[in-house]
T-cell receptor
Framework: AQSVTQLGSHVSVSEGALVLLRCNYS??????LFWYVQYPNQGLQLLLKYTTGATLVKGINGFEAEFKKSETSFHLTKPSAHMSDAAEYFC?????????????FGTGTRLTIIP | EAEVAQSPRYKITEKSQAVAFWCDPISGHATLYWYRQILGQGPELLVQFQDESVVDDSQLPKDRFSAERLKGVDSTLKIQPAELGDSAMYLCASSLTSSRGNEQFFGPGTRLTVL
């Protein structure tokens, strides 16, 4: 069985400061990992994903994440926060069941940007 | 840019009533997902379609929920009768295939309030 733990349901950072959102996973197979962003009253949008290969993954809007197998982590970072980054962020892990991908999401982290 | 369409965006109903949600996936996407997102939590998969066939409905409360995708294109999710605990955001997503790592594209969701 797979699971995702996002540490910190709420994170606040000042505009221009580093953003760090934490995600740890559990998976019985080599994981595929995803970060999604959700703005109020909207659906989820993919920020980035890790499947295989390079462990540092770059996504949209200046975000990146590093897959660390030894730590079972996939933390999301952005060097300099912008007001438009305020949203809810979800980490997800995928498990393929006979070719049918299934995503398991974490409980989310709400990011607030302080002007 | 192609998007997943959902309607209605908001639905208020009384318990014991029937409700239905509609989803039109991105053209050409064979796989369609319905998720339920309770406030403060991540999305949870209710049902997955591959074309017109259900491939996973293990988390669908079948005593009151039903889903169909008759022609393998758009889909309807129904709840009858609605209960207070069904209040949530219902998200539809689609992907080109169900292969592992394929990006899921989410619609804006239907927010259901059961009174």
């Amino acid at each position: 069985a797979q699971s995702v733990t996002q540490l910190g349901s709420h994170v606040s950072v000042s505009e221009g400061a580093l953003v760090l959102l934490r995600c740890n996973y559990s998976s019985s197979v080599p994981p595929y990992l995803f970060w999604y962003v959700q703005y109020p009253n909207q659906g989820l949008q993919l920020l980035l994903k890790y499947t295989t290969g390079a462990t540092l993954v770059k996504g949209i809007n200046g975000f990146e994440a590093e897959f660390k197998k030894s730590e079972t982590s996939f933390h999301l970072t952005k060097p300099s926060a912008h007001m438009s980054d305020a949203a809810e962020y979800f980490c997800a892990v995928s498990e393929s069941d006979f070719g049918n991908e299934k995503l398991t999401f974490g409980t989310g982290t709400r990011l607030t940007i302080i002007p | 840019e192609a998007e997943v369409a959902q309607s209605p965006r908001y639905k208020i109903t009384e318990k014991s009533q029937a409700v239905a949600f509609w989803c039109d996936p991105i053209s050409g996407h064979a796989t369609l997902y319905w998720y339920r997102q309770i406030l403060g939590q991540g999305p949870e998969l209710l049902v997955q379609f591959q074309d017109e066939s259900v491939v996973d409905d293990s988390q669908l409360p079948k005593d009151r929920f039903s889903a169909e995708r008759l022609k393998g294109v758009d889909s309807t999710l129904k709840i009858q009768p609605a209960e207070l605990g069904d209040s949530a955001m219902y998200l539809c997503a689609s992907s080109l295939t169900s292969s592992r790592g394929n990006e899921q594209f989410f619609g804006p969701g239907t927010r259901l309030t059961v009174l």
